[in-house]
Each structure stands twice: as C-alpha cells, then as structure tokens.
T-cell receptor, first 113, second 121 residues
Framework: EDQVTQSPEALRLQEGESSSLNCSYT??????LFWYRQDPGKGPEFLFTLYSAGEEKEKERLKATLTKKESFLHITAPKPEDSATYLC??????????????FGSGTQLTVLP | EAQVTQNPRYLITVTGKKLTVTCSQN?????MSWYRQDPGLGLRQIYY???????DKGDVPEGYKVSRKEKRNFPLILESPSPNQTSLYFC????????????????????FGPGTRLTVL
C-alpha cells in the first residue's frame, strides 16, 4: 500500500527564517511526486511535479527536491503570504493509468511578520 | 478563465435526504476526480472518470455515486447521506488520464475546485 507521511504537522516561522518541509513516501514504483499549496477554504493549488531522484524544481522562494525515499520543500526567506498548508502526493506505477494520487496529511505553515 | 467550479460551496442537510454536488471544468480535460478531505486523513479519492461514460471507484467509494454524461461535468451523488459523510469535498480535473513523462506539468497537473463543505445532521 502506498503511503505518504509529511512532517512536521505544523511549522511556525518568523519572516525571513528559512526552513524545510519533509515528505516521506513508500510506493512500489514512483511515477511522480507532487507538491500542492492549500489556502484555508480553497482547493489545492499545484506547485511542482518531480519524477526522479536527484531532480530539483524552483518557484520563487520554494525549491522542491527528491530522493528515493523522500522529498523536501525548502522555503527560503519566507514571507507571511507563504502561510498555507503544503500537501505532498505520489502517484505509483501500481496506480495504472488512473492517475490516482495518494496524499499526505499536509504541513500547516505559518509565517509571522 | 480556466477553472473547476463546484456547487454548492456549503451544504447542511439531514440523514437520508438525497443530494448532488455539481462539478464543471472549462479546460476540455478528459480526467476528472472527486476527493474528500478530513482532518488527519488527507485527501482521499472517491471516484474518478477517465472520459465520458467511463468511471471507476477510488479509495472510499461507499455511499457515493457519480456519472459522466458530458466531458465538462462530473456530479457527485449521495443517495442517502449519513453523518460520516460530513466532510470537505473537492473535484479535480487534468488534461489526460495517461501519465506523461514528456508532457510537462500540463499533462500531470490536477486542477482542483474550490471545495464543497458538507454537513450531514
């Protein structure tokens, strides 16, 4: 069974204080790992897809990295507007072509001014 | 504007009263899916559809029905809602049901609707 575990559950940072969120996964064969951002009362918003170990992607203050067992979402010099819940999801080869994603429970990030 | 819309956004109902949550996308996406989100459990897939008239069960299909008569619409039907179906529901769509290594983000990205908060008393 595919599993995704995100840590920490919640993280409070001061503005400008860089940190990392962790997503550990167990899948039979990874097709892709996805990061989403979710604001309160809204649907998840796509951030990144990573396909293979060693891959990195960046967007503004965010950088996502991938190893064979986990992914990190690095946040550099965060601002209050980066406050949100960050979700990690995996799609495994066992999912067939059905595009089924297995989501983690998320990390709730709060950036204080 | 490319988007996934859901209606209603909020719904309070009583046990056993049939309801439908509508989902519509304007991106000509083939793949559509329903998720429910519960505290501590993350997003779990209820049903998905790979194209018109093609639907299948996700991880938690019990108590739900779906239909896909048109490409843009994918309604979620609760024939006899129960309190354990109180949750936040999201509809999502993506360009193609096939996973593409070379198609970039557009192929594999799922676009989510704004959510429907359902309370069953």
């Amino acid at each position: 069974e595919d599993q995704v575990t995100q840590s920490p559950e919640a993280l409070r940072l001061q503005e400008g204080e860089s940190s990392s969120l962790n997503c550990s996964y167990t899948v039979s064969g990874l097709r892709g790992l996805f990061w989403y951002r979710q604001d309160p009362g809204k649907g998840p918003e796509f951030l990144f897809t990573l396909y293979s170990a060693g891959e990195e992607k960046e967007k503004e203050r965010l950088k996502a990295t991938l190893t064979k067992k986990e992914s990190f979402l690095h946040i550099t010099a965060p601002k209050p507007e980066d406050s949100a819940t960050y979700l990690c999801a995996v799609q495994a080869f066992s999912s067939g072509s059905a595009r089924q994603l297995t989501f983690g429970s998320g990390t709730q990030l709060t950036v204080l001014p | 504007e490319a988007q996934v819309t859901q209606n209603p956004r909020y719904l309070i109902t009583v046990t056993g009263k049939k309801l439908t949550v509508t989902c519509s996308q304007n991106m000509n996406h083939e793949y559509m899916s329903w998720y429910r989100q519960d505290p501590g459990l993350g997003l779990r897939q209820i049903y998905y559809s790979m194209n018109v008239e093609v639907t299948d069960k996700g991880d938690v299909p019990e108590g739900y029905k779906v239909s896909r008569k048109e490409k843009r619409n994918f309604p979620l039907i609760l024939e006899s809602p129960s309190p354990n179906q109180t949750s936040l529901y999201f509809c999502a769509s993506s360009l193609s049901p096939a996973f593409s290594w070379s198609g970039g983000a557009d192929y594999n990205e799922q676009f989510f609707g704004p959510g429907t908060r359902l309370t069953v008393l």
